[in-house]
């Protein structure tokens, strides 16, 4: 699925639980999450940890369906990562 143009967000991602992306409200539309730095994060819910999250490696996408209302994102000791948050993009070709 291709991200929609722009991201909502970047962020540089910490070694301690960093927020990537928080809704005003609940908000039913599809998001696309990348790893747009060099190492692998992890990526969840609320205060999220490298054992408790689901590993997101370097350069790869994550497609969240359904309601989300935040994901926060964390990096091993001495590691940096970007993780990149965005609208989910429908292209329908007939």
Do not use: H, K
């Not at 999220?48 to 994550?62: E, F």
């Amino acid at each position: 699925m291709p991200l929609a143009s722009p991201p909502i967000s970047s962020t540089s991602v910490a070694t301690s639980s960093t927020p990537i992306y928080t809704a005003a409200t609940t908000y039913v539309r599809d998001l696309v999450v990348t790893n747009g730095g060099p190492n692998t994060f992890s990526l969840g819910t609320g205060t999220v940890t490298i054992a408790g999250g689901l590993a997101l490696p370097s350069g790869q996408q994550l497609i969240i369906q359904g309601p989300v209302e935040s994901l926060s994102a964390i990096v091993s000791s001495g590691s940096t990562a970007t993780a990149i948050v965005g609208y989910g993009s429908v292209v329908s070709v007939i």
